[in-house]
């Protein structure tokens, strides 16, 4: 069974950074393309980066590009985003997903970051 | 970037009634429009890939139509367990993006 566990999420202050993490199982992860998504209290969703699988695209919503970087070891099939210069609209849930046939498959349960002094 | 938007915002409906949500693409998608359900506080599920195919376990009850720029999501015979908010979302260039959500709840 496919499953998704996201981590490293937690209150920070404005400017600092965080490293999420995403643990992956059951499917192989080095063959498929993966995101992360956030979600704004109370707000919609919103995509925030996309990865290929062999890790060599990148690409990143403009609210983040510069600051954020995901990145994969799929050795330890993980996938990572580090999050930089964080500002208070920054402050989400963050979720990641696989990718198959263009569509967000399988969600883990997200992971609550908090940017504020 | 392609704008999405998802009609109604909101939508309250009987058990066993029709529902219909539209999204529309503010540029032509093809058929590059997913439809996911999410229930308060847990992640997002996904529903129909490819504007019309349903996702692997999700009841027949939910479909997709359309292709271009206008999309439909439907369900047959609402149920009390589809009170959920439902995206719309397109994956035909990037930045990917959702729509606003529209909120069904179930009398």
């Known amino acids: 069974e496919v499953d998704l566990v996201e981590s490293g999420g937690g209150l920070v202050q404005p400017g600092g950074s965080l490293r999420l993490s995403c643990a992956a199982s059951?499917?192989?992860?080095?063959?498929?393309?993966m995101t992360w998504v956030r979600q704004a209290p109370g707000r919609g969703l919103e995509w925030v980066a996309n990865?290929?699988?062999?890790?060599?695209?990148?690409y990143y919503v403009d609210s983040v590009k510069g600051r954020f970087t995901i990145s994969r070891d799929n050795a330890k099939n993980s996938l990572y985003l580090q999050m930089n210069s964080l500002r208070v609209e920054d402050t989400a849930v963050y979720y990641c997903?696989?990718?198959?046939?263009?569509?967000?498959?399988?969600w883990g349960q997200g992971t609550l970051v908090s940017v504020s002094s | 970037d392609i704008q999405m938007t998802q009609s109604p915002s909101s939508l309250s409906a009987s058990v066993g009634d029709r529902v219909t949500i539209t999204c529309r693409a503010s540029?032509?998608?093809?058929?590059?429009l997913n439809w996911y359900q999410q229930k308060p506080g847990k992640a997002p599920n996904l529903v129909i890939y490819?504007?019309?195919t349903l996702q692997s376990g999700v009841p027949s009850r939910f479909s997709g139509g359309g292709s271009g720029t206008d999309f439909t999501l439907t369900i047959s015979s609402l149920q009390p367990e589809d009170s959920s908010t439902y995206y719309c979302?397109?994956?035909?260039?990037?930045?990917?993006?959702f729509g606003q959500g529209t909120k069904v709840e179930v009398k």
């Open positions: 997903a696989l990718i198959t046939s263009y569509s967000f498959k399988k």
């Open positions: 059951g499917f192989t992860f080095g063959s498929y393309w």
């Open positions: 540029q032509s998608i093809d058929t590059y």
């Open positions: 979302q397109q994956s035909y260039s990037s930045p990917w993006t």
């Open positions: 990865i290929k699988a062999d890790g060599s695209e990148k």
């Open positions: 490819a504007a019309s």
